[in-house]
């Protein structure tokens, strides 16, 4: 069972009920940072307490499931990230950071992290949905060696960018050794 995973400056673990309130108020709730997430920004720590009930009862099935990004410094929680097995060999991956953290390359780092991990569990194909506009993202998705692989025109909902219609969405892969 995965607990945790240690980078230079990240620790990567799993998520516990007593991490709600830094979630909640560290990124869960923010409109800008959660702008091109695929889940719907919460409106109360309760919704993030419900979030981690399902993470938790996910880990039944897969070990991995949502991960928490902690700075190794000061322990503070910097954002989440993730691993999802879709079948044997394929998973797929997001992550969102707090906008304290923006800036200092966590994302890279926590991604190159998830891409071990993924090696790991035996994962051979990884992949992530990217919305076009998210900029940020898609230089850190190339930096981690993913490519875009296509243009998913109105595929996914972005709950929290402003409509609720499909939007277009890239997708990224990783081949993993």
């Known amino acids: 069972m995965f607990e945790r995973f240690e980078t230079p400056r990240l620790i990567l673990r799993k998520p516990c009920m007593e991490d709600a309130d830094d979630i909640f108020y560290g990124w869960a709730s923010d409109a800008e940072v959660t702008r091109w997430v695929a889940f719907r920004r919460h409106g109360s720590v309760e919704d993030t307490r419900a979030f ?3 993470c938790e009862a996910e880990r039944i099935a897969w070990p991995f499931g949502a991960i928490l990004i902690e700075s190794r410094a000061d322990g503070r929680l910097l954002g989440s990230t993730g691993l ?3 079948t044997a060999e394929q998973a797929s991956t997001g992550y969102v950071l707090a906008r ?3 800036g200092f390359g966590y994302a890279t780092e926590a991604l190159t992290g998830v891409i071990e991990l993924a090696q790991m569990a035996g994962v051979r194909r990884l992949w992530a949905l990217c919305h076009p506009a998210n900029h940020r993202s898609i230089r850190v998705l190339e930096k981690c060696g993913f490519r875009n692989e296509t243009l998913l025109e109105r595929h996914n909902v972005f709950p929290n960018s402003g409509t609720a219609e499909l939007q277009d969405a890239y997708r990224f892969e990783r081949k993993l050794h």
């Open 52 to 54: 981690l009930e399902r």
């Open 84 to 86: 999802d097995r879709e």
């Open 100 to 102: 304290h953290a923006w």
